[in-house]
């Protein structure tokens, strides 16, 4: 079984600083990644995936992430946020094998941008 | 291209009534899913669909069903509902084809549901 632990359930941050939202993932099979935003009363939209290759991922609105496969991690990163960045973010993951066509989703991070 | 629609975006039930909630895609994707959002809890999978006639338990299946009569449709019912199914549920699809989105799932903007 699969399981996304998210660390923080709220981040606040203000405007232009850096921010890093943390996730960390157990599995007894190899997985892909994925990082998900949910903006204010609309639906989930993908940030970013890792399904293979270089470690470091960038995505959509200056967002990157980094998996560690020795630490089961999949961190996201935006060196510099806006206020528009306010958002629920998701880290989820999908099993490679054993006929899974389904996202596990952690419980969210709620990230403030404060002026 | 409209994407994943659901209808309705709202409801409010009384406990005991059912309901069918509609997911639309006009994407072509083979997988579709049926997700429910609780604070705290991220989204738990309800059911799923890997094609036209097909349909699997998620990890919530309880007191929901769903099916799959054409391709594009994906509905949600709720035959006796409850105040513990009070949640925002979206739907998501999802194509087989490698590229050029691969493993990418579209959700739609969610139906809020309140069960009194």
């Known amino acids: 079984a699969q399981s996304v632990t998210q660390l923080d359930s709220q981040v606040p941050v203000f405007e232009e600083a850096p921010v890093e939202l943390r996730c960390n993932y157990s599995?007894?099979?190899?997985?892909?990644l994925f990082w998900y935003v949910q903006y204010p009363n609309q639906g989930l939209q993908l940030l970013l995936k890792?399904?293979?290759?270089?470690?470091l991922v960038k995505g959509i609105n200056g967002f990157e992430a980094e998996f560690n496969k020795s630490q089961t991690s999949f961190h996201l990163r935006k060196p510099s946020v806006h206020i528009s960045d306010t958002a629920e973010y998701f880290c989820?993951?999908?099993?490679?094998?054993?006929?899974?066509?389904?996202?596990?989703f952690g419980a969210g991070t709620r990230l403030a941008v404060h002026p | 291209n409209a994407g994943v629609t659901q209808t309705p975006k709202f409801r409010v039930l009384k406990t005991g009534q059912s309901m069918t909630l509609l997911c639309a895609q006009d994407?072509?994707?083979?997988?579709m899913y049926w997700y429910r959002q609780d604070p705290g809890m991220g989204l738990r999978l309800i059911h799923y669909?890997?094609?036209?006639?097909?349909?699997a338990k998620g990890e919530v299946p309880d007191g929901y069903n769903v099916s799959r009569l054409k391709k594009q449709n994906f509905l949600l019912g709720l035959e006796s509902a409850a105040p513990s199914q009070t949640s925002v549920y979206f739907c998501a699809s999802r194509s087989l084809r490698r590229e050029p989105n691969q493993e990418t799932q579209y959700f739609g903007p969610g139906t809020r549901l309140l069960v009194l």
């Open positions: 669909s890997v094609g036209e006639g097909t349909t």
């Open positions: 994407m072509n994707h083979e997988y």
């Open positions: 599995s007894s099979v190899s997985v892909y």
């Open positions: 989820a993951v999908r099993p490679f094998s054993g006929g899974y066509n389904k996202l596990i």
């Open positions: 890792y399904l293979s290759g270089s470690t």
